[in-house]
């Protein structure tokens, strides 16, 4: 029965793979694992941090994919993973004592044997392990900064992890700046603030990450800033991460960035093609993929020159393919998959003005209406579409992207990006009229 289960749950993970964007599928789908099969029931583990999450918004997606793998439905059932100890898992805290705050909000996927070093990284990964095994001692704070998806959270939650691994006496925390602002928000509202100020100063490890997003709140900056100097003057810990350097938070208040520069500011620039191939062949290796040959994974590097996420996303798309066409997974597959998503280097000079005329030609609108304030549904998801377009197919920066959009700062069109992202997820008829924007583009681009 395990052979005969694990490879039914191989199938459900190439359709979960298909039918979500790559980090959706790395943090919430990638970590299950099934326990049980009968003839009319699954049962599926999840880890205790995000059971209820998969539970709301997965659920009936996860029906789908395990209906189709065994070829008839059956009742699911979502249950809290065991506890498990081992060289790469978090250690669990003994009975009776409180779980570290790490342990249940990194994200256990993220370590550092699993991170690929390369020249555009190398400074900011061992500073980052020097800070994970001597945590307070050295480079404190730690600002990790970078462009998105080249690798920042993966070192936030690595340090969480091998602290927690390490030191499991240790309070920690993680949170999104977002995360934190919202929190703080939500304390004010509800007279809770002493509970909040508990919850991020009463501990030994802080790490932020996305801290850009405290921007132009004031009074979350104003709270911030006291947490950052209660913090550091106990000792502890401090890691945040951002999509930029300290001096360009130009909106944040100068005692804090002069705070943020204090320690160590380490950048992560976009991966070279040696790094982009060896992280393809290393998450091959990690994830079993047989016939992943070099120029596979070469053509694959060509591709997606910027964003790991992207970059291992589409390695997931091409063995998703396979395995649902029952193809071997070859050079042609690989660019018959990729060319519609990833059109090759000579293809890809498009301009941001290129995708409105495209998004605006598939959803009826003049340029004005994609440019406006307005905020209806009419207007609102094109837009989205256009920045999650114009962020994917061109390498303008979030700011610049912005300024093309009437003016818009970079914080809007990373907002849009995840909402779009979180809609192609769940909505096929988005994924749809994504791909039909795609195929405006490629055709007036040929």
């Known amino acids: 029965m395990n052979a ?43 880890p205790p941090q995000i059971r209820g999450w998969v539970q709301e918004r997965f659920g009936r997606l996860l029906q789908r994919c395990v209906t189709h793998a065994l070829g008839q439905p059956v009742a699911i059932s979502i249950v809290v993973s065991a506890p498990v100890t081992g060289p790469s898992r978090q250690a669990q805290p003994a009975a009776g004592q409180p779980r570290p705050a790490a342990m249940r909000l990194a994200n256990p996927g993220y370590t550092f044997d699993r991170f690929v070093i ?95 997003f405290i921007e132009r709140k004031a009074r979350t900056e104003e709270e911030f800033f006291h947490t950052f100097n209660a913090l550091h003057e106990a000792g502890a810990q401090i890691v945040l991460t951002s999509d930029r350097p300290p001096r360009d938070l130009q909106a944040l208040e100068d005692r804090l960035r002069e705070r943020f520069e204090a320690g160590l500011v380490a950048d992560i620039k976009p991966p070279d093609l040696n790094t982009r191939i060896a992280i393809l062949r290393k998450r091959a290796l990690q994830d079993k993929i047989e016939h992943a040959d070099e120029e596979v994974l070469e053509a694959i590097a060509q591709r997606i020159t910027l964003n790991v996420r992207s970059l291992e996303g589409a390695l997931i798309r091409v063995v998703a393919y396979s395995s649902l066409t029952s193809r071997p997974i070859s050079l042609d597959l690989a660019c018959e998959v990729l060319d519609s998503l990833y059109p090759t280097p000579a293809k890809r000079a498009l301009t941001v003005q290129q995708i409105q005329a495209a998004t605006c030609e598939h959803f009826g609108l003049s340029r004005d209406d994609l440019l406006s304030s307005s905020r209806t549904a009419r207007v609102s998801w094109p837009r989205q579409v256009a920045m999650y377009l114009s962020r994917e197919l061109t390498d303008e920066s979030l700011p610049r992207i912005g300024r093309h959009f009437g003016g818009r700062d970079h914080t809007t069109v990373l907002h849009a990006c995840r909402r779009a992202d979180e809609r192609l997820g769940d909505d096929p008829a988005c994924r749809r009229a994504v791909e039909n924007v795609r195929q405006i583009l490629l055709h007036d681009h040929s």
């Open 4 to 46: 005969e289960l694990d490879q039914i749950w191989t199938r459900v993970q190439a359709e979960l793979a298909a039918a979500v964007d790559e980090p959706t599928y790395r943090v919430w789908l990638e970590p299950l694992q099934p326990l049980e099969l009968s003839s009319c029931a699954i049962t599926i583990q999840a």
């Open 118 to 212: 390369g020249d555009s990284n190398r400074l900011a990964h061992a500073a980052a392990l020097t800070v994970a095994e001597l945590p307070g001692q050295a480079y404190n704070p730690l600002f990790i900064c970078g462009p998105p998806g080249v690798g920042k959270t993966h070192l936030m939650h690595s340090i969480a992890n091998l602290l927690a691994d390490h030191n499991p006496g240790l309070a920690l925390r993680t949170a999104t700046g977002e995360a934190f602002a919202s929190e703080f928000r939500n304390a004010l509202g509800g007279g809770q603030i002493d509970n909040f100020k508990t919850r991020f100063r009463d501990i030994n490890v802080l790490l932020i990450d996305d801290v850009q």
